[in-house]
């Protein structure tokens, strides 16, 4: 069984930088399409970033630029470095993974969830 753990979150200001850990843990996630997606109170969850199994990358609008996602096989962990973060980037940021996927936005198409990490963008 797949695991995902994040961690990374925190408070930050604005315009501030954070980088995102998604380490998984029982089998290699390298088959997998790897995103994030984040949850702010009162939302929908939404896309962020996805990876692809041949390091595609996908972005929503909102964080093209800003947001770069990345993947190193060998440590079985994906990455979300975040810069200009802005308050409305506040959200439980998710992990989640897609067995052969093609970095898909719909978070149906993903069945391995982390826990998620909180950040915080005070301004």
């Known amino acids: 069984q797949v695991r995902l753990a994040e961690s990374g979150g925190g408070l930050v200001q604005a315009g501030g930088s954070l980088r995102l850990s998604c380490a998984a843990s029982?089998?290699?996630?390298?088959?997998?399409?790897m995103a994030w997606f984040r949850q702010a109170p009162g939302k929908e969850r939404e896309f962020v970033a996805a990876?692809?199994?041949?390091?595609?990358?996908y972005y929503a609008d909102s964080v093209k630029g800003r947001f770069t996602i990345s993947r190193d096989n060998a440590k079985n962990t994906v990455y979300l470095q975040m810069s200009s973060l802005a308050p409305e980037d506040t959200a439980v940021y998710y992990c989640?993974?897609?067995?052969?996927?093609?970095?898909?936005?719909?978070?149906?198409?993903?069945?391995?969830w982390g826990q998620g990490t909180q950040v915080t963008v005070s301004s």
């Open positions: 989640a993974g897609d067995y052969a996927g093609r970095g898909s936005s719909y978070s149906d198409n993903y069945e391995l």
């Open positions: 990876t692809t199994t041949g390091s595609s990358t």
């Open positions: 029982g089998r290699t996630v390298s088959n997998y399409a």
